[in-house]
């Protein structure tokens, strides 16, 4: 299957600072990719939808704004959040699938403390 | 709006057995259904994918079925083994299949 890419594996910041996860997908050009947050214990949930050469789609709920998405080239995009709080903390997956079937990047632990 | 509902929310079975989780959507429109496995603290691993068209997917122990009309989803695993513990979750593709709408997950122990 296809190969999906994410860095770095596990971040520790301090509250109100940046942090960027990156995803790559490395056998396959991606125009789309997707962003999910996964709390403990419970399922992924969809954050949004990131489109290379054009804005991302937010899913309700979500603040464009705080979480921000960069999708400058076919194999490479990026989720950045800002002023992170605790309540940020989270694990981070990205997803990206040539045709119709999604593959998983391993993962970003953010802990923000 | 598309929910996916897995039960049960857990079980724990004797290595060996065979067993059936279950996955059920809300929309019969659904592009895809995907089964994924997850590993405590890991990323998902992509078992299994079901087009609207097809009926069932095998690979080795796995087996797939898609219901459509009836919006379930089962998944089938022969002579489980200890190594099959993990959460196992379904999804269902909507807007052109990219777009995964998941289930809660089902966490499997495998009891030596």
């Known amino acids: 299957g296809a190969v999906v890419s994410q860095h770095p594996s596990w971040v520790i910041c301090k509250s109100g600072t940046s942090v960027k996860i990156e995803c790559r997908s490395l056998?396959?050009?991606?125009?789309?990719m997707f962003w999910y947050r996964q709390f403990p214990k419970q399922s992924l949930m969809l954050m949004a939808t990131?489109?290379?050469?054009?804005?991302?789609?937010?899913e309700q709920g979500v603040e464009k704004d705080k979480f921000l998405i960069n999708h400058a080239s076919l194999t490479l995009s990026t989720l950045t959040v800002t002023s992170a709080h605790p309540e940020d903390s989270s694990f981070y997956i990205c997803?990206?699938?040539?045709?119709?079937?999604?593959?998983f990047g391993p993962g970003t632990r953010l802990t923000v403390l | 709006k598309q929910e996916v509902t897995q039960i049960p929310a857990a079980l724990s079975v004797p290595e060996g057995e065979n067993l059936v989780l279950n996955c059920s959507f809300t929309?019969?429109?659904?592009?895809?259904l995907q089964w994924f496995r997850q590993d405590p603290g890991k990323g998902l691993t992509s078992l299994l994918l079901?087009?609207?068209?097809?009926r069932e997917q095998t690979s080795g122990r796995l087996n797939a079925s898609l219901d459509k009309s009836s919006g379930r989803s089962t998944l089938y695993i022969a002579a489980s083994q200890p190594g099959d513990s993990a959460t196992y979750l379904c999804?269902?593709?909507?807007?052109?299949?990219?777009?995964?709408?998941f289930g809660q997950g089902t966490r499997l122990t495998i009891n030596p």
């Open positions: 999804a269902g593709g909507i807007q052109g299949a990219q777009k995964l709408v």
């Open positions: 929309d019969s429109a659904i592009y895809n």
């Open positions: 079901i087009q609207s068209s097809q």
């Open positions: 997803s990206a699938g040539p045709h119709n079937e999604q593959f």
């Open positions: 990131s489109n290379e050469g054009s804005k991302a789609t937010y």
């Open positions: 056998d396959f050009q991606a125009t789309t």
